[in-house]
């Protein structure tokens, strides 16, 4: 199948266009998608220059790397909170419902006190990639970001897209491939497999007990915000987790083991 890729927000960005008969249905979840390498739909130009452009406006918004973005100049204190655009006081918003929807484990506040968005913007930037595709009449497809992935439509006829969730140990190999049967169509992965530590933990510090947390579920936002808190929150979030949100979970504890809620270990049927 055709997969273009771009890197952004310091990651690498994979689109794929279903809807061919034949090919290897599937996109790895972690680090680059892969799939039979067979020949598929080719990737429209146009429906790859949208993409990359809802992810650059994001990334030069939110961007903490980046000096000159907005919410650098807020970290710097160049601008307030409340001078600052309407799309980022959106998402604000957004960041604040999540940190009161998980009990405060999702947080976009700091340590140290700066504001930091990443937690939602990747999946925000992912949900509106969709809406462009949707809005070009694409209706089969699958968008990649570093792990995290929302899908459309079908793979190919009669087939559903597949995500792979990679083995924190060993990227080359697969833990399990989930089928993303509607109305499930997104998949994301948190942990420290592949960018080391780099999500706070909740009360009382520490590491998570987790090496990595994979979360499917019906939206891009939803799963990514709450495989974040369960890496942050530890096993009393994955419980509040499963227990309020239709979502299925695979966690790999720091020894290697496996936690996978009722939906994977039943398998489709």
Known sequence: MDVQTFETMGTVVSLRIGGAAGGTSGAAVGRAAADGGRAGVPVPEEALAAVRNVFTRW???????RPDSEISRIARGDIRLTQASADL????????DWR????GVFTPHRADGV??????????AIAEAGE???GLGLSEWSVNAGGDLLVS?????GQDWVAGIVDPANREELLASVPLVAPVRAVATSGSAERGEHIWTSAGGGTSPYRQVSVIGLDIVTVDVLATTIVAGGEAALNRSIETFPIEVLAVLR??????TAGLRSGPG
């Open 100 to 103: 009161d929807r998980t009990d």
């Open 59 to 65: 990334d030069e918004r939110f961007s903490l790397y």
């Open 132 to 134: 462009a595709l949707l």
């Open 89 to 96: 006081r959106d998402c604000y918003a957004i960041a604040l």
């Open 115 to 124: 504001l930091d968005l990443s937690g939602v913007v990747k999946s925000l």
């Open 255 to 260: 020894d290697g083991s496996l936690v996978a």
């Open 153 to 157: 439509g079908d793979h190919s006829p």
